[in-house]
Every structure is written in structure tokens, then in C-alpha cells.
């Protein structure tokens, strides 16, 4: 659901909202105390009535910088086709998380390699995407995913905290460089710098096997992903996100997503199993 004339994106789905009120009525008090979902955010610029005031200026740390503190999610609404009370909404999700070049002119421009690796992950229906095995929520996909991601930026570390499977990644602001060959990992190795307001963040050391979208766009050891964070308001963040990888794509390529702020309510812890047997495919 969606706020009307902002860009303020509520949590998903006010039936999920209800079913959990409902339990937390089963199970007692505490549970209720624990979870704040409609706690209010402190620090948010509002207007009068107390709605938050998303087109107000980014905030600024205290040296100057932008502050991209807070939680977010892709910039897209919900669409809701239930027409019964026991229905639950469609999930929001960035139409990037299906095909990430989605907007891009011709697409990605994908290697032969490329082509046939696709070929091969879409020939039993996508099962052995990893995110569906309930591994790590790799970037910059994650960015896409339909969990909340939440940044807590400090002068010299950026931690992003994703809902999914209690996961984190570490951006670091200390100066210090690129590993030189490391030892790929789920969300690589990432270091950061300034360009006036935009933290360009740069990052190298990412898995063969990880995917960029569900059509299974690769991303390989031999890539340098940079994303530009840009907060253009309170509400409004851009991630532009680049691609320099010459064993998937034939030259290096770029797509932004925009991001909203998340306020007034919490992150929900969201653990998936290993070998996990409630979806079909996996029986």
C-alpha cells in the first residue's frame, strides 16, 4: 500500500498486519511490546498532523555528510487483487528484481558465456536460483529483494542490516584499499568514498555462482560492482548500480533504483531454511 501524494511506502500488506495482531492477541502482551510496527520514528521531519515530511532535505551528519541512515525499500507500490477477506496482497517488488536491465536499451549485454549459463538456470524453472535455497541475500540484488534493508552509517563504516536471514554487509569509509585477490564471498568486499554528496561505493571479491535477478543474470569473480547512493530527500534515495564484469558482459553497463524510507515501524526478523519444503518446485 502506499501513501497518496508521497513517496512514503508503508508495510506491505495491512492484511499481513492484521493476521499479526491477531497472533500477537493469541500469544499474550509481550510479544506485543517487541514488536513495534507502528512505533514512531524519532528524528522525522514532519508536516502538521504529524505525517512524515518525506520532501524535506536529506539529513546531514554531523560533519556535513549526507546521512543515509534509516530503513528502505524499492520505490514501487503494491498492487492488491484480493477481493476476499482471507486474501493477502501481491508483495511489493521492483520489476529489477526479475530482470535487473529491465530499463536498459536492448538489455544486458550478456557474453556468449552469459547466454549459456542463463539457458542452463532456466531450464528446470529457476530452482537453483540460491536465493531460493535460502542462501545469503547477495548485492547488489539485494537491493531489489521485497525485505527491508536498514543502514546504519557511522564516519568510518557503513553496516546494512537485511532482513532476510538476520544478513549484513560491512561498507567500509576508513580509506582503506581494494583487496588485490580475495577470497570471493556472498556480498564481496566493499570500500567507500565521498563524490561530494554521493557515497560511491566500490566493490570486489563477489562469488561465480551468486545472481543478479530471478532470470539469473550472472555475476562473476572477475567483476567491480560500483553503486552510487545519492539521497535526494528525506524520502527518496538513488542507487545507481554499475557493472564492470568482462567474463559476463560485453562492456560495463549501469541501472539505478530508487529506494524510499521506511518510518514509523520496524524490521521483522525473516529466517528461511536450508532445503526448505513448503514451495512446490522443491518437493
Known amino acids: 500500500m502506499m501513501i497518496a501524494g508521497s513517496a512514503l511506502l508503508v508495510r506491505f500488506d495491512t492484511q499481513v498486519r492484521a493476521a499479526l495482531a491477531a497472533f500477537v492477541l493469541v500469544v499474550g502482551p509481550a510479544l506485543a511490546s517487541a514488536q513495534w510496527l507502528d512505533y514512531r520514528t524519532p528524528g522525522v521531519p514532519r508536516v502538521a498532523g504529524g505525517a512524515p515530511d518525506l520532501k524535506a532535505p536529506a539529513p546531514r551528519t554531523a560533519d556535513g555528510k549526507p546521512d543515509f541512515s534509516g ?64 542462501k545469503p541475500p547477495n548485492f547488489p540484488r539485494a537491493w531489489t529483494l ?50 561530494g554528496d554521493t557515497l560511491v561505493i566500490e566493490t570486489n571479491g563477489i562469488r561465480d555462482d551468486m545472481w543478479l535477478d530471478i532470470q539469473g543474470s550472472p555475476v562473476t569473480e572477475s567483476a567491480r560492482v560500483t ?47 536450508d532445503d526448505e519444503q513448503d514451495v512446490r518446485l522443491y518437493r
Open 227 to 273: 553503486e552510487r547512493l545519492t539521497r535526494v530527500s528525506f524520502g527518496i534515495m538513488q542507487v545507481e548500480i554499475a557493472v564492470n564484469d568482462p567474463k559476463a558482459y560485453t562492456r560495463p553497463w549501469s541501472v539505478t533504483i530508487e529506494m524510499a524510507a521506511q518510518v514509523d515501524t520496524t524490521m521483522l526478523e525473516e529466517i528461511c531454511l
Open 146 to 195: 521485497p525485505q527491508y534493508i536498514k543502514i546504519v552509517q557511522t564516519p568510518s563504516l557503513m553496516v546494512l542490516l537485511h532482513e532476510f536471514n538476520a544478513a549484513y554487509r560491512e561498507v567500509f569509509l576508513d580509506g582503506r584499499p581494494l583487496l588485490e585477490d580475495p577470497n570471493p564471498t556472498w556480498n564481496g568486499y566493499s570500500t567507500a568514498h565521498w563524490d
Open 71 to 134: 530503513m528502505w525499500f524499492a520505490n514501487v507500490p503494491a498492487k492488491d487483487y484480493c477481493k476476499e477477506a482471507e486474501c493477502i496482497q501481491e508483495e511489493r517488488m521492483a520489476r529489477e528484481q526479475i530482470n535487473l536491465g529491465i530499463k536498459l536499451d536492448g538489455g544486458l549485454p550478456y557474453t556468449e558465456w552469459s547466454k549459456e549459463q542463463m539457458v542452463a538456470r532456466r531450464a528446470n524453472g529457476g530452482r537453483e536460483d540460491p536465493h531460493t535455497y535460502c
